[in-house]
């Protein structure tokens, strides 16, 4: 179901448009709570490096599958993805949202768990 809702976002608004990689995104999230994490990090990446490429990379959906990537990484014990990637989260945080923004404070607090 969650392939299909994504195939008729894709064809309706596009594959880039934020909609769409909000569909994505969430998509993502739900496989990682399910342990489906090859399919999940599929998802994040695939946002990201569209985001990047052809958005921005200040953007709050990347910066959010970003996190997202790095949360799962965690919940997998992939200890060494997760500084560099959480690092530049809250760094981009820190530019674009302010150092007291709750984004920015909530990244930060993921990267004490570490």
Known sequence: MAVYIIKVQKKI???KHSNTLNIIAIVGVAYGLNRRWDAAKKLFV?????C????RVDRPS???SMANLALMYQNQGRWDNIKKLDMQ???T???KLGVDHLDTL???NNLTFI
């Open 89 to 91: 989260v809250i760094e």
């Open 106 to 108: 909530t990244s930060i």
């Open 52 to 55: 990047k490429t052809k958005l």
């Open 93 to 95: 945080s820190k530019t």
């Open 13 to 15: 608004l596009g594959d």
């Open 62 to 64: 990347t910066l959010s």
């Open 46 to 50: 695939q946002v990201i490096e569209t």
